[in-house]
């Protein structure tokens, strides 16, 4: 069983329609990363929280330390929303992430 | 203020060859850490610099090695080129590195190809 978890797999969204991807987690962490990568390669950071909530534009982030999970929201969904979208989670010290599988996203119109 | 960058972004070796690829972080980063993606493992941290020490390393085999230079440009070498080691390998730079982690800033790659 991977240490992070992600669902869905896949997801297909018309334009508008409110999206969460969710993350799960099986060990502690200091931190918890989301990602985005469009086709490409490029990687974005979107957020790095710890606790609580992150709200950016149309994206917010949540997190639940003690149940160990987040979830990333994109309200009004976009076409160029269209990305894999990755949490990835520091645990212990420094930078050392562990990443979920990613959740592909595809918006259409 | 420029982001990171990787060089070669792209570039093809024969197998038991070595290759050394370059990152040059955010001015002002001292953090670099550096990962791998394939498609079948995903993303995976391959190790993490700063201020010219490896403070931290993924499960990799010694293939593997990378170090810091003073003015926090970083290399990464894999020697003995294995078909398996083709990949995207990806390099990040933090500035916030007194929790021992802060927001990422990703390069755009380097794709090896091993033949």
């Known amino acids: 069983k991977n240490e992070v978890e992600q669902s869905p797999q896949n997801l297909t969204a018309q334009e508008g329609e409110f999206i969460t991807i969710n993350c799960s987690y099986s060990v502690g962490i200091s931190a918890l990363h989301w990602l985005q990568q469009h086709p490409g390669g490029g990687i974005v950071s979107l957020f790095m929280?710890?606790?609580g909530k992150k709200k950016h534009g149309r994206l917010i982030a949540t997190i639940n330390i003690q149940e160990k999970h987040s979830s990333l929201h994109i309200t009004a969904s976009h076409p160029r929303d269209s990305a894999v979208y990755i949490c990835?989670?520091?645990?212990?010290?420094?930078?050392?992430?562990?990443f979920g599988t990613g959740t592909r996203l595809q918006v259409t119109l | 203020k420029a982001g990171v960058t990787q060089t070669p972004r792209y570039l093809i070796k024969t197998r038991g060859q070595q290759v050394t690829l370059s990152c040059s972080p955010i001015?002002?980063?001292?953090?670099v850490s550096w990962y791998q993606q394939t498609p079948g493992q995903g993303l995976q941290f391959l190790f993490e610099?700063?201020?010219?020490?490896?403070?931290n390393k993924g499960n990799f085999p010694g293939r593997f090695s990378g170090r810091q230079f003073s003015n926090s440009r970083s290399e990464m070498n894999v020697s003995t080129l294995e078909l398996g080691d083709s990949a995207l390998y990806l390099c990040a730079s933090s500035l916030d590195a007194r929790q021992g982690y802060g927001e990422l800033f990703f390069g755009e790659g380097s794709r090896l190809t091993v033949l």
């Open positions: 001015s002002g980063h001292r953090s």
């Open positions: 929280l710890s606790s």
């Open positions: 990835a989670v520091i645990t212990g010290t420094a930078s050392k992430l562990t």
């Open positions: 610099y700063f201020s010219e020490t490896q403070r």
